[in-house]
């Protein structure tokens, strides 16, 4: 990175800032309007702009066309992101962290955007600066790096930076003067970071003390000069001192209840407070964290989009021309995930986004060599910057927490009608510990009964020395094969909307062509996919074993087996493998479980697929379908009693159920469940997927229309009203479905978020 070098420019017999205030008064008389001359009279009249060009500016600003953030989701949803034209200060006390949101304004503009920005270092010197920089991109600790050590990989990183457009400005004498002396002769100016305005007079700092109202106003000035954002940083956040300044924006950074988080208080002039965020700093690294919500639970306000960030945004957009064949170059999985996260964002899939998180972040962190052209220069930084980002806010750890899919029928309290088919709840310290004498359904107890008394001694644990190696690292969540599909003739779209008790949330809303004539939507929900999977799920209670290629799949054994994706040229249906083929590898292969692989052979046998897919490798042992069928039985029963009782008794019932299949493969290890078998795991889902494929596949075949199949137990069909497809059986049982309709365009209702 350069300094760059104020030009001398004459400003007359002004200084800086009185110089920038005169030029930005309009010229000419300033009285009443009937005292002006007209244009008739050689006076030049004011500048008018119509409603209209108005409404289109405004319709056309914005980071849908490019403004800026700070690549920060809470906070950018909360200020629209940096406006041309307007001054944003900072206000934070010091050590609270106001320096970091200009460092984090920059970045994003510059290393993710590539765009121009001047950084006008008051306080702080172009090499702290650029150590933040590095410790920020790199996650290497800030204080290492101002001893000068950088590892070889930050050092690669940071050599990707030497051509980032940010020019840094740190010269003693810096004054808003001098800023609007150097502006207007940085070619391409995106963006103005002052860092920082000193509210105790400095006798070397001019940004500092009595000076600051007049260097605000100053600034101001030449925001609406040059129509660019200017955002500048104050270490102080009085509110005498504060209204003092000429801020069109103010983001006052406060320590949070949550020690924690930092919240961020966004106030317009004008209108006073009008949202809030919360950031966790990350000192260590120079940087802010975009913390998800607030602590209190609060939710987006109704109207705003969903919290995706600025990095995925700008990775899909980076990797288009790849994505789109235009640009060749990257390995067929690398482009595979990206174009998958490009789907992704635009149909403001978080869930998906969560499940792709982990190969993006591989794919990021793999030094690749790209054409050094403005397209791959713009792809190498974006990959950069989602590997800062996914070391730094933990995204690419694989969404515990599902969101619903389109189609879900749920119950009319709002509550998941089976939360257990969703797994949406997270383990809590002591959710591996036995239920009490009495529990209403002692889900734990009876699965750890069903496996102690197997006479196949299964393995319930492996040793976590050797979960590193095996077969262990290649099961992923991604194994459970969820089809997540909607009619290729079909707009799915995230809507907000507010349920009956106020809570602010998003649903689902399918709208349909004309040609699918008249019909309504029929709402699918099956009963207990997940416990009612476990009465006949193949698994190999002992240890797996690496048996490599196979000609044909063996019956008697069950594990994982890495196959070809068999084509699929039905339309009206999803791949028989869900999202399992998002995720090839280099050679297009995947890992899948036995019920995907016994799915397929029975595809094969109806002639739905012309063969079978070769088995490349293959890690197993002596399969079992009825290891957890004594768990299914005794579950299955009880809820034939607990539903028609309802009310807490059911609740626990169910939150009871979903914690025991989850300990089958808790991810955290402090969590010390009596399982860690993760092929059992995403055996149990993979079959609770096959069978919900199936039965709509069954649909399909004699004639009903299947609108979209999203996870688990959630199957939307297009039928005349009140006619569910007969191939499904309604009822309270597990493997039963509860059936409603609703009008094509209307909202999935109900549900959480």
Known sequence: MTACHRPQLCCGPWSGEEALVQESTPAGPTGPAGDRPSAGGGGVPRGLTSLGDAIGAVLTSGPAAGGLTFGLPGLDAATGGLQPGRLTVVAAAPSVGGSLLGLAAARQAALVGNRRVLYAASGPNRS???????????????????????????????QQLVHAPLMIDDGSDLTAGAIAETAPHVPGLALIVVDRLQAVHNPLLPLSGDRLPQASQA???????????????????????????????????????????????????????????????????ARFLDAAAAPDGGTDSVGSPPRLGSVERELA??????????????????????????????????????????????????PRQLPDTDEGRRLA???????????????????????????????????????????????????????????????????????GRSKMHPIAVIRTQ?????????????????PRWVHPDVTSERVAHTRANGKRVRRDRLQLPDAFGEGVLCLIDRNGSYPSACSAVPLAPNK????????????????????????????????????????????????????????????????HLDTAPTIHDSWTGKANESLFKPFYAAARQARAELIETGGEPYKTYKTRLSI??????????????????????????????????????????????????????????????????????????????????????EIIPEGDD
């Not at 050797?466 to 969820?482: A, C, K, V």
């Not at 490599?548 to 063996?554: K, Q, R």
Request: without cysteine; aromatic residues 6%.
């Open 128 to 158: 702290d600066i650029t150590r933040r920089i590095i410790s920020a991109v790199t996650g290497g600790d800030y204080p290492r790096l101002k001893q000068g050590r950088l590892t070889e990989h930050e050092q690669h990183l940071a």
């Open 219 to 285: 600034l101001a000035a030449l925001a609406r000069t040059l129509h660019v954002p200017v955002l500048a940083v104050v270490d102080s956040d009085s509110p005498a001192l504060l209204a003092l300044l000429d801020a069109d924006i103010l983001l006052t950074l406060t320590p949070a209840a949550d020690p924690s988080q930092v919240q961020v208080t966004v106030a317009e002039r004008d209108f006073g407070a009008i949202s809030s965020a919360y950031l966790i700093p990350d000192l260590l690294h």
């Open 317 to 366: 957009e980076a990797a288009l021309p790849y994505t789109s064949g235009a640009r060749q170059g990257l390995p067929a999985s690398v482009t595979h995930v990206l174009a998958a996260l490009r789907t992704a964002l635009t149909n403001g899939d978080q869930e998906a986004l969560g499940y792709l998180a982990p190969s993006l972040a591989e794919a990021a962190a793999t």
């Open 381 to 451: 930084a974006a990959l950069n910057a989602y590997a800062t980002a996914g070391s730094a806010d933990t995204i690419g750890e694989p969404a515990a927490v599902a969101e619903p899919a389109a189609g879900a029928v749920h119950g009319p309290d709002g509550a998941d009608e089976d939360d257990e088919d969703d797994d949406r709840e997270v383990l809590a310290p002591g959710d591996e510990q036995d239920e009490p004498e009495g529990a209403v359904f002692p889900a734990l107890r009876i699965l750890k009964d069903a496996v």
């Open 466 to 482: 050797d979960r590193d190696s095996g077969p262990w690292p290649l099961i992923s969540e991604d194994m459970d094969g969820e």
């Open 544 to 607: 797996l074993l690496h048996t490599g290629p196979l000609e044909a799949f063996d019956k008697t054994q069950a594990g994982i087996y890495l196959i070809d994706i068999p084509p699929w040229n039905h339309t009206d249906m999803p791949h028989p493998l869900g999202r399992i083929i998002e995720r090839p590898d280099d050679q297009g292969r995947v890992w899948v479980t036995t019920p995907h692989i016994k799915q397929l052979e029975k595809l094969v046998r109806e002639g």
């Open 660 to 745: 025991a299949l989850r300990l089958l493969w808790p991810k955290r290890p402090e969590q010390r469940s009596p399982f860690w078998r993760p092929d059992w795991r995403m055996s149990m889902v993979a079959e609770a997927s096959v069978r919900h494929w199936t039965t709509a596949f069954k649909a399909v075949r004699e004639g009903h229309t299947l609108i979209a199949l999203r996870n688990v137990d959630a199957a939307v069909f297009f039928t005349p009203n009140g006619t569910p497809p007969a191939t499904y059986r309604t009822g309270t049982g597990f493997g039963e479905v509860k059936a409603a309709f609703i009008q094509p365009g």
